[in-house]
C-alpha cells in the first residue's frame, strides 16, 4: 500500500512537472504615417531603419500589405475591429466601437477575453497628432480593449530647438505651429523628451513586468506623423541638400481626375524646392528616432528571453506622400500612401519576404490563429497564417482600400492599380500598369485599348462592395453614420 501511494505520488508529481504549453505573446508595434517607400529593406537606400530591418531579416516581410483607408482614424478602427471601412461605414476620427455595437470584440479585447494581459502604449486607436500628444490624452480610444493603458505626453511641436514651418510659408516667415502641418524642429536634448522615447521607455517596462503571464502588447509610435519633431543629432545623416527629390514630369496631373490631386500639394502648400527638401529630410530623421524606439523595445524583449514565444508584427496605419505627383501625406490611394510596411516574425519560423497581398484587416484573423484563439466568422481579414509557413502561398489576389469618406475606391492586383472615384465613377477613373508604371504616371483608363480592363474592374468593384457590404455580417449598413 505504502509503495503503491508513493507510485500514485511520484506519477502526481511528474505530471505537475511537466511544463504546461505556454501561450503565445503578441508585440504589436505600428507606426503612424510611415510608408514601405522610407524603410531600407523595403526600398530606400537614404533613410536608415536598422532596427526594423533586423526585425525585416528575422521574420517574414510583406511586399503587397495595404491598409484599408490612408487616413488614421478610420485605418486603425478597421483592422483593430476586423471590417471593411465601407462594411460599417467607419471613415471619420472614430473607435470604430459604435458602428460595430458593443457585443463585437476588438483584435485586443479578443486576446484579453482569452486570459491575456492586453495593454496599449500610446496612439493604437485614433489619437490627434499633435494635439493628444500635447495633452496626453486618450484620443478615440476603445477602453474595453485593454486591462491597462497608458498614454506619452510630450511637447510636440512646442520642443525647445530650432523649428521651421515648411508649408504654407514661401517666404520662410512664418513661425512655426501645431496641426497637421510640415513643421520641423530640430530638438534639444534625447530620446524622452518626446512621446516616442517615453512609448519606448514604458512598453520596456511592461514587457519586464508581465513576462510571466500571457500578453498582448500594442506599442503605437506618433512619428513620422508630421510635426517632424526629433533630438537634432537624428537629422544629421540627412542634410537637406543632398536629398533627391522624385522626378517632376512634364503634364503629370493632366491625366489625374481633379479628386485624385492629393489634399496637400507643392503647389497649395507653396512649397520652395528647399523646403520640399526639408520636408524629405526632416521625414527621415523623424523615421530614424522612431526606428531607434522599435530597437529599444526588441532589445528588451530579447533580454528578457521573451523572444521564443512572442509573436512581434510591425506596421503603420498607412502610407505618404514624400513630394511624388508634388503629393504630400496620406488621403490619397496612390501606391505610396495604400501601401503599408508589414513584417510578421512568429518563433520557430523562417525569414521570408511574401509577396502575396495581404490587407492590415488581415492582422486581426492571423495572429488570432497563431494563438488558437477563434473568431466571430463575421470577420473580413483573412488568415495569413499559411504564409509563414509557406511565402509562396497566397491569400488574396488583390487589396482594397477607400478614401474619401468611402467615395474613392482602389483595387489593386499584381498587374494592376485601379481607382475610381464616386460608386458610379462620375468623377473619373484611373488605371495604372504597375508592372510598366510602378510609379503611376500614365493614367490608361481613357485609352480605347484598355477599356475592356476598365469595364472588369468597375465590376470587380461593384462585386467588392456588394460581399463587403453583406448583411450577413449582421451590421445594418444603411442605417450607420459616418
Ligand atoms: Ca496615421
Redesign the pocket.
Known amino acids: 500500500m505504502k509503495y503503491l501511494l508513493l507510485f500514485a505520488f511520484s506519477l502526481l508529481s511528474l505530471s505537475c512537472l511537466k511544463p504546461k504549453e505556454k501561450k503565445l505573446n503578441v508585440l504589436f508595434i505600428i507606426a503612424?504615417?510611415l510608408t514601405s517607400t522610407a524603410v531600407s529593406s523595403y526600398e530606400n537606400k537614404v533613410s536608415k531603419t536598422p532596427n526594423i530591418d533586423k526585425l525585416a531579416s528575422e521574420g517574414t516581410r510583406y511586399t503587397r500589405a495595404y491598409c484599408q483607408y490612408p487616413?488614421?482614424g478610420p485605418?486603425r478602427a478597421s483592422f483593430m475591429f476586423g471590417y471593411y471601412p465601407s462594411a460599417t461605414t467607419t471613415f471619420g476620427y472614430v473607435s470604430g466601437r459604435k458602428n460595430v455595437g458593443p457585443d463585437r470584440k476588438s483584435w485586443a479585447q479578443l486576446f484579453k477575453d482569452n486570459g491575456y494581459y492586453t495593454a496599449r502604449v500610446s496612439k493604437i486607436f485614433h489619437m490627434g497628432v499633435p494635439r493628444d500628444i500635447e495633452t496626453g490624452s486618450n484620443g478615440k480610444d476603445d477602453e474595453a480593449s485593454w486591462t491597462e493603458r497608458f498614454n506619452s505626453k510630450g511637447p510636440e511641436w512646442k520642443a525647445p530647438g530650432e523649428g521651421e514651418l515648411v508649408q504654407g510659408n514661401p517666404d520662410g516667415t512664418l513661425p512655426i505651429r501645431g496641426g497637421n502641418v510640415m513643421t520641423i524642429v530640430k530638438a534639444e536634448g534625447d530620446d524622452l523628451v518626446h512621446a516616442d522615447g517615453k512609448t519606448a521607455k514604458k512598453a520596456c517596462e511592461l514587457l519586464r513586468k508581465h513576462k510571466n503571464e500571457p500578453f498582448f502588447l500594442a506599442v503605437g509610435f506618433v512619428r513620422p506623423?508630421v510635426p517632424f519633431v526629433a533630438p537634432k543629432h537624428y537629422f544629421e545623416p540627412y542634410p537637406y541638400s543632398e536629398i533627391v527629390m522624385p522626378p517632376k514630369i512634364k503634364g503629370d496631373w493632366d491625366d489625374i481626375p481633379k479628386r485624385g490631386i492629393n489634399y496637400v500639394t507643392t503647389v497649395n502648400a507653396k512649397m520652395t524646392p528647399d523646403q520640399e527638401k526639408k520636408a524629405v529630410a526632416a521625414y527621415y530623421a523623424s523615421v530614424s528616432y522612431m526606428d531607434t524606439q522599435v530597437g529599444k523595445v526588441l532589445n528588451i524583449l530579447k533580454e528578457e528571453g521573451l523572444e521564443d514565444n512572442t509573436i512581434i508584427v510591425f506596421t503603420s496605419?498607412?502610407g505618404y506622400h514624400l513630394g511624388e505627383h508634388s503629393f504630400w501625406m496620406?488621403v490619397s490611394v496612390k501606391e505610396e500612401s495604400a501601401r503599408v510596411p508589414l513584417i510578421i516574425k512568429v518563433p520557430g519560423k523562417k525569414p521570408a519576404v511574401c509577396n502575396s497581398f495581404a490587407e492590415l484587416i488581415d492582422l486581426y484573423p492571423t495572429l488570432a490563429e497563431l494563438a488558437g484563439l477563434k473568431v466571430s466568422e463575421h470577420l473580413q481579414g483573412r488568415s495569413l497564417a499559411k504564409t509563414l509557413d509557406d511565402p509562396e502561398a497566397k491569400v488574396r489576389d488583390m487589396a482594397f482600400t477607400v478614401t474619401q469618406g468611402g467615395n474613392t475606391f482602389l483595387l489593386r492586383t499584381k498587374k494592376w492599380a485601379y481607382i475610381q472615384y464616386n460608386e458610379d465613377a462620375s468623377l473619373g477613373i484611373e488605371l495604372f500598369d504597375m508592372e510598366k508604371d510602378p510609379k503611376q504616371y500614365t493614367n490608361l483608363a481613357n485609352k480605347p485599348e484598355y477599356a475592356g480592363i476598365v469595364t472588369d474592374f468597375r465590376n470587380k468593384l461593384k462585386e467588392k462592395l456588394i460581399s463587403v457590404r453583406s448583411n450577413d455580417l449582421g451590421i445594418d449598413y444603411s442605417s450607420k453614420k459616418k
Open positions: 503612424d504615417d487616413v488614421c485605418s506623423h496605419d498607412h496620406k
